[in-house]
């Protein structure tokens, strides 16, 4: 196993962008909101560097592009139900796993690893996309943007799981795809790595300065696993 493993127990795992390349969807989601608005739509490649805090932000963020200006507060609410309908119709249709995640959770889980997920995504999402790839029975415990009264950057998600899951945050893991993760891994005091091949606005990881940086999951393993893997 990876060092950064060393002294851990539990793995905290972000969701989009680090398991799940999710754009797909969320972008045809924000694309129906906006068209039954009778706005302007932003190309896919536009809505991935949305994503990150959640889908209010993500909703505000379409509007003000659209609009030219920051929405009014009701105008955002509906577009945020609207939204929200349009992405539980179809949450799976085009996302798919990153490459090695489930080899690598698959091994971490053997190995004895207990997992959390901590995404911002709201809640209500992450029990039918975990049971659609797979993932669900190896998670004990997870929270969305909209469980707690803070969400990544905030420490707080990290510290009620690890406070749930009976772990110092010592002998805890972020693993996380865009500087919230690493923002709130750092002041949960958990140790963190950041996986370059999400979605953090469109900025390198880098500068968030993780403890390590992998090109993938399967990197955790030890070098024999990882090349098995990889054939
Ligand atoms: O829903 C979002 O904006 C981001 O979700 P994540 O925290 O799983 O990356
Ligand atoms: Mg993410």
């Not at 300065?209 to 098995?228: C, F, H, I, R």
């Amino acid at each position: 196993m990876h060092p950064i493993l060393n002294d851990k127990r539990l793995v905290a795992f972000d969701l989009d962008g680090t398991l799940i390349d999710s754009v797909p969807d969320l972008a045809v989601a924000v694309q129906l909101t906006l068209g039954k608005l009778d706005l302007p739509l932003p190309t896919e490649e536009r809505v991935r560097d949305w994503v990150g805090n959640g889908a209010p932000v993500l909703v505000e963020r379409a509007l003000t592009w659209a609009l030219g200006h920051p929405p009014e507060e009701n105008f955002q609410a509906r577009a945020l139900d609207t939204f929200m309908e349009y992405y539980a119709a179809a949450p799976n249709a085009l996302t798919t796993l990153y490459p090695g995640v489930k080899q690598a959770l698959e091994a971490l889980h053997r190995a004895g690893f207990t997992f959390a997920l901590i995404t911002n995504k709201p809640e209500q999402f992450i029990k039918p996309i975990l049971e659609h790839f797979g993932l669900l029975e190896w998670f004990s415990l997870w929270v969305g943007g909209d469980t707690l009264a803070e969400k990544k950057p905030s420490p707080l998600p990290l510290l009620y799981i690890a406070k749930a899951c009976n772990v110092a945050p010592s002998e805890c893991l972020m693993v996380g795809d865009s500087r919230h993760d690493i923002e709130a891994g750092k002041a949960a005091g958990f140790a963190t790595l950041a996986l370059p091949y999400g979605y953090n606005h469109g900025a390198p990881i880098e500068l968030s300065q993780p403890d390590v940086v992998l090109s993938s999951l399967l990197a955790l393993l030890e070098p024999e696993t990882e090349q098995a893997y990889a054939q």
